[in-house]
């Protein structure tokens, strides 16, 4: 029998679960190639996860082993829509999944928000994750920082922000952005939620370490905590009912002797930004519950002086080539993972991520996911694509005629001992390596 040809455009946990996924779901012979924009595989995992939380990070362990297992071939360095195209796929593989997942912010539509000063959180993360696509620079100069949204991003940039830089020090931390960490004149982070403090998306574990940073004082507000709690009903969902714990404990605890002050506010709704040219100040609207469990304005309003506004409002995907994208809810539109355009199935495409379902979860959930697109994409033999060029050779000869200097799997082990011997240098685990074309010519021993 002829292999299976399957491309997977994306080299994240998405994409790596998929691959690993496919390849146990049949005996079939799967050949998978699996494409990545980026010289390094690991998506989120390498530019996502906050630089002190190895714990995460320890995730590429099972990663790794499935791309060393020689399940996959790894191209990395070719992005989809720029190096190569949906004809060049279907040219050559029986079938795509798209695991590109979600790596822009989420737009927020005030007043001022394109002031100087005002970020979005996915770029900050990508500048201290040590992103080649990003500036090397990033401007650290308030004292009074606001962080908007209640999930774990908004809680990573604020800890990112509030914590002192010699406690990153034995982090993967780029040297750039310890040294600009440094010289950061930060007071005050304040984070805002707009609604109570039952009504956060972030997690216990992620809430807890801000209670742990040194020389970090949290502050809460009396006032937030004034609405009724509905006991029973925090009873029935474990994590809030530990959150809910937590933030009474600060409540109680002294503060004032820290140097540095992580607040978290609650019912603020963002309504905008102002500042003559940058940003001098947030505008607030206090919010309340409503009967439907939702939130509503109260009418009072509140500026507060902030020199910086960080947008930690969700992650938002980016459209792909010739692929259908529902721009209300920045996703591939699909079924199971089937992608559809205006209801029809589009044969060959598939998705899996959170290209597919939007950037909610954590990383351990990508995998059912990928096991449901995996499951209907086998059902669909008959609707595959029928590729005129199937050989394996096929696609590296595509590669070397458009000139293109793809990395490989060899070149990612390559360029992970390299980083380490770095980190060994000084007592760390990894020093990345940040400008892409030394990140290539390492791993591909140039
Ligand atoms: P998220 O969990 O969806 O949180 C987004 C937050 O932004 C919510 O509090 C939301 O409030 C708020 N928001 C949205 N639109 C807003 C607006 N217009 N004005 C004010 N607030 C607004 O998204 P995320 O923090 O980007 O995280 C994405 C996923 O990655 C999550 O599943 C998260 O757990 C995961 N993650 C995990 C870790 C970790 O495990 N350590 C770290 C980072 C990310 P509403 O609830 O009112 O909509």
């Known amino acids: 029998m002829t292999p299976i040809r399957i491309a997977v455009v994306g080299a994240g946990p998405a994409g790596i679960y998929a691959a690993d996924i496919l390849k146990k779901a049949t005996d079939r012979d799967v050949r998978i190639d699996l494409f990545e924009a980026l010289p390094a595989p690991y998506g989120l995992v390498r530019y996502g996860v ?264 969700g992650y938002y995907s980016s459209p792909l080539d010739q692929v259908p994208f529902d721009e209300v809810h920045g996703v591939v539109p699909n079924e199971g993972g089937r992608v559809v355009d205006r209801g029809e199935r589009v044969p060959g495409l598939y998705a899996t991520g959170w290209i597919k379902r939007g950037p909610v979860g954590l990383i351990g959930h990508t995998k059912s996911d990928a096991k449901e697109t995996i499951e209907n994409l086998l059902a669909d033999e008959d609707t595959w694509w029928r590729p005129e060029d199937p050989r394996e050779a096929s696609i590296i000869e595509l590669l070397q005629e458009r000139g293109i200097d793809y990395t490989d799997v060899e070149g990612w082990i390559r360029l992970d001992a390299h980083e380490r011997s770095l980190g060994n240098l000084q007592g760390r685990e990894r020093i990345k390596v940040v400008p892409r074309d030394e990140m290539i010519a390492v791993s591909r021993g140039e």
């Open 50 to 313: 906050a630089p002190d939380h190895p714990r995460i990070k320890a995730i590429v362990n099972a990663l790794r082993e499935v791309l060393e297992a020689g399940v996959v071939r790894l191209f990395g360095n070719v992005r989809f829509g720029t190096d190569i195209w949906l004809d060049d796929l279907k040219r050559r593989y029986h079938a795509v999944i798209f695991a590109t997942g979600a790596t822009k912010d989420a737009p927020l539509q005030i007043e001022g928000v394109d002031l100087e000063g005002s970020f979005g959180a996915a770029e900050f993360v990508s500048w201290y994750d040590g992103h080649p696509d990003v500036s090397r620079e990033w401007p650290l100069e308030a004292e009074q920082i606001a962080v908007l949204g209640n999930g774990n991003v908004a809680l990573d940039v604020a800890r990112v922000l509030a914590k002192h830089p010699e406690d990153l020090r034995p982090t993967e931390i780029p040297d750039n952005v310890l040294t600009s960490l440094e010289a950061s004149p930060v007071t005050d982070v304040h984070v805002f939620g707009r609604r109570g403090p039952l009504g956060v998306k972030f997690t216990p574990l992620e809430l807890r370490e801000l209670g742990q940073l040194n020389d970090v004082d949290m502050i809460l507000y009396d006032e937030d905590f004034d609405v009724d709690t509905d006991e029973e009903e925090l009873k029935k969902n474990k994590q809030i009912l530990v959150i809910s714990r937590v933030l009474n404990q600060w409540r109680e605890r002294k503060t004032g002797e820290a140097s540095r002050r992580l607040h978290l506010h609650f019912w603020s709704r963002p309504v905008a930004i102002t500042g003559d040219g940058k940003v001098e100040s947030l505008r607030i609207e206090r919010t309340r519950p409503t009967e439907d469990g939702g939130i509503e304005g109260t009418g009072e309003y509140r500026d507060l002086p902030m020199q910086a506004v960080y947008r930690a409002i």
